[in-house]
């Protein structure tokens, strides 16, 4: 008697040898944007050789078309990672509505990145405590950088955060930045 496979056998991320990290990067211009480039481009150095590394970018402009909204929320729904890079300041409504949206998936992220360019701390602070709000809500870590500290030099500890559960060695990343 033969037997043959109806199905393919199920695949169990949790056990993947190279799974993969997946981040979302929401940016105001093209400052915001390099600075989270910047960024992702740490994050996949010293994630690398735990997993791959995947990154996806949207300008904030390009978020109010519906189609290209829609397919940003795509990429969020499979994100670990959400990094809103801008110069502080109330967010457009079409970027807190991708949060919002995001935080009802049933693939939520783990954690939520603010990345600040720029010097303006009373826009920021507006624009972090709202996104420290969204993280809580989200039940997602939060971690808060400005371009004006020494945050990318080690031992600064220049890196603000909440402390929640994390995965991922997300949280040794920081804390080594």
């Known amino acids: 008697m033969q037997r043959t496979l109806a199905a393919a056998p199920p695949i169990f991320p949790e056990l993947e040898t190279n799974p993969t990290f997946n981040v979302i990067v929401a940016y105001e ?7 989270a480039k ?16 995947a ?8 978020l109010k078309i519906p189609k290209l909204h829609e397919l940003a929320l795509n990429d969020a729904s499979e994100a670990d990672l959400i990094i809103i890079s801008s110069k502080g300041g109330e967010l457009p409504v079409h970027v807190q509505t ?21 010097d303006a701390h009373e826009k920021t602070a507006q624009t972090q405590a709202y996104l420290a709000e969204v993280a809580k809500r ?5 971690f808060a950088q400005s371009n004006d500290c020494p945050a990318f030099k080690p031992g600064t500890g220049a890196i603000q955060r909440d402390i929640t559960p994390s ?3 997300i949280r040794q990343f920081f804390s080594q930045t």
């Open 29 to 35: 211009d093209f400052e915001a944007g390099m600075y």
């Open 38 to 53: 910047k960024t992702c481009d740490l994050l996949s150095e010293n994630l690398g050789r735990h997993c791959a590394f």
């Open 55 to 62: 990154s996806q970018m949207w300008k904030f402009d390009v």
């Open 98 to 118: 991708l949060l919002e949206l995001c935080l009802s998936e049933p693939h939520r992220p783990i954690a939520l990145a603010a990345l600040f360019v720029g």
């Open 138 to 142: 989200g039940q997602l870590e939060f």
């Open 167 to 169: 995965r991922w060695g």
